[in-house]
């Protein structure tokens, strides 16, 4: 009893830490999805640049010098965001707006096929791109805090929980994180535009907003909240090249599960992911992880198609 | 204030318009009237740049406005309340009405503005806070003129306000815009299905007729037209 108890708290701490940072990635992908309505492929590389510029400021650049071991990393990890901003401000300057927005409004399709080749290439490009450049030698952010935990406890019958501290510290900032975003994107007024856009562009367009730098700002935010969470990530778990591949399937179950549009939905649906896939282990072998995680997800779509917080009426 | 000379555009190789020549004074309230598919919305669209012209200039001011880009002409003064409404759904009525003010003019004014909105359209400041796609048809008309308002524009361009509303909302509507102009003196350009009611208050009309100019003239020459007595005023 008191063993299942402590079993079940584990693997829920556990699952709403992890969630925490799925969210985050998740929230990531679908500012860009509800924005622009473009189905990014190379979201999962994204973040995976975002692990290496983290693994590269840590190591090379003198984050470890400067702030140690055990917060370094997350120093690292912040400064690789506005970098990958950068990045993703520049791949849609100079190749996603050539597919998407005010240019291909009246396309046939929206410019989709052209958006779902064109961001699968840039994947398969800096999958292989990161291959030459980094290596196939998986790389880790540790900090001596992935390898210690907080205990919370005894509680009731005696039973403790630890809490690993590094993914405690993750999923604080994930939150912080989270919260400045839906700050800026329901108070300010760049935040406001940008949901206009995403609403009507061609009103958008009437009001005097320029929709297609409207895009570009959620292309680049999208882009570096992704890579915070990725690097996020990189502090429990090791990666390479490929590393988006496992991730950006997790990343589109989140968005669907949340609710195509809603970034607090998105941040829900990765939460949800990670719950899952944490709690699975209680009764299912760890290989079945991630299946669970897609029966689950059938499951939610099936009673609830339009995801938790998704409108049902498509709008005008 | 406004003037379009010789403008021919459309979708595809297809002309909606066809040489079509317009002009607005300032002060001016100059309506455009016409059957469904005569070219009103797209001459709109076209002066907004969604819709690219093949051949034809447009002139706001000074400015050669087909040099400018679309999301520019905003700026410059031009406020589009579009065919439909097209309010922003997700946004409460107050972030509308904030779309609206994104001009530097609109920021400038934002508090003499709302004020006035409020005033005219008393209906708005009741919903403030809430979501515009739930509003019923005619208050979503309010709000896409109020949201044009609220950049304090040189120039009110509204397509069809009356569209898909029951006769009273659009009375109601009718009698808003004149008591709007009335006091603000604003230029208006409206184009309109309801040719009694647009011809009855404008100073100055066309008839647009498959992409043609087919008519134009003050208010009185117009309505004394034996054409649009038959026509459209059912006379």
């Known amino acids: 009893m008191t063993q299942a108890l402590e079993g079940f708290l584990q693997a829920l701490s556990a699952g709403l830490l992890i969630g925490a940072v799925y969210g985050l990635m998740c929230v990531g992908l679908g500012l860009i999805f509800g924005v622009m309505r473009v189905i990014n492929f190379a979201q999962g590389d994204f973040m995976m640049l975002g692990m290496y510029a983290a693994f590269y400021f840590f190591t090379a650049f003198g984050v470890q010098a400067t702030f140690g071991n055990t917060f370094g990393p997350f120093v690292a990890i912040l400064l690789a965001g506005p970098v990958l901003a950068v990045f993703g401000y520049f791949v849609h300057l100079t190749l996603i707006s050539r597919v998407s927005g005010m240019r291909t409004s009246s396309l046939e399709g929206e410019g989709h096929y052209a958006q779902l080749i064109l961001t699968l290439g840039i994947a398969l490009i800096l999958q292989n791109g990161g291959l030459l450049v980094f290596g196939s030698v998986l790389a880790s952010i540790r900090t001596p805090l992935s390898s210690s935990a907080w205990e919370l406890g005894p509680m009731v019958y005696d039973v403790s929980v630890f809490i690993n501290k590094a993914r405690g510290i993750d999923a604080v900032v994930s939150l912080v994180t989270m919260l400045l975003l839906t700050l800026m994107i329901t108070r300010s007024r760049i935040g406001k535009s940008l949901r206009a856009a995403a609403d009507n562009p061609t009103a958008a367009t009437y009001m005097g907003i320029d929709v297609d730098r409207a895009h570009r700002i959620a292309f680049a935010l999208g882009t570096g909240i992704t890579a915070i969470a990725g690097g996020l990530l990189a502090t429990n778990y090791p990666f390479h090249p490929f590393v988006g591949v496992e991730y950006v399937i997790v990343m589109y179950a989140g968005v669907v599960l949340g609710g195509m549009g809603s970034l607090i939905g998105a941040f829900w649906g990765g939460m949800t992911i990670g719950l899952v896939q944490q709690m699975s282990t209680l009764i299912l072998p760890t290989q079945l992880q991630n299946a669970a995680i897609f029966v689950v997800f059938l499951l939610i779509i099936f009673f609830r198609p339009q995801g938790f917080f998704g409108r049902m009426v498509e709008r005008t | ?235």
């Open chain 2, 1 to 235: 204030m406004l003037r379009i000379d010789g403008l021919t555009a459309g979708y595809s190789a297809i002309p909606v318009l066809n040489g079509v020549s317009i002009k607005v004074d300032e002060g001016q309230f100059v309506a455009i009237v016409g059957p469904n598919g005569a070219g009103k919305t797209t001459l709109f669209k076209t002066i907004s740049g969604i819709v690219q012209p093949s051949a034809g200039t447009i002139t706001f001011e000074d400015h050669d406005l087909l040099a400018i880009r679309p999301s520019q002409r905003a700026h410059l003064g031009i406020a589009h309340v579009p065919e439909g409404r097209q309010v922003f759904p997700s946004l409460t009525v107050m972030e509308n009405l904030e779309m609206g003010a994104m001009t530097e003019a609109g920021q400038r004014d934002w508090k003499h503005n709302i004020e006035r909105i409020f005033e005219w359209l008393p209906i708005l400041a009741e919903r403030r806070g809430q979501f515009a796609g739930t509003l019923s048809g005619g208050q979503q008309q309010m709000l896409a003129i109020g949201r044009g308002l609220a950049g304090s524009p040189k120039l009110l361009m509204l397509d069809e306000p009356s569209m898909g509303l029951a006769p009273t909302i659009a009375d109601f509507i009718f009698e808003r815009l004149i008591e709007i102009r009335r006091q603000s003196n604003l230029t208006i350009l409206l184009v309109e299905q309801r040719v009694a009611e647009a011809l009855e208050s404008a100073d100055h009309g066309y008839v647009l007729e498959a992409g043609r100019v087919a008519l134009e003239g003050n208010n009185e020459t117009l309505r004394a037209d034996d054409r649009i007595r038959k026509a459209y005023l059912g006379m």
